[in-house]
């Protein structure tokens, strides 16, 4: 038995993305090239983790991946 269903998963990785896309980077601050960087590189492995469990590719910064997550 799966400890959380799929589609709880889906709408768990949607919140992440969404949180991602709110977050306003801090040039200012050292490391923040960085911190962007892997923040992308999580956006990116979250939506090809939802289209695994959705059966379908799920393409950076679609429409309906943006819309869904807020």
Do not use: F
Not at 37 to 43: F, H, N, P, S, T
Not at 54 to 59: D, L, N, V
Request: net charge positive; charged share 35%; proline share 6%.
């Amino acid at each position: 038995m799966k400890a959380r269903s799929d589609q709880t998963l889906v709408l768990d990785l949607r919140e992440l993305i969404a949180a991602l896309d709110r977050r306003m980077p801090r040039i200012e601050r050292e490391g923040e090239h960085a911190i962007a960087r892997d923040a992308q590189e999580l956006k990116r492995a979250a939506l090809k983790r939802i289209g695994e469990l959705e059966g379908q590719p799920c393409p950076l910064g679609t429409p309906s991946a943006r819309q869904e997550s807020a």
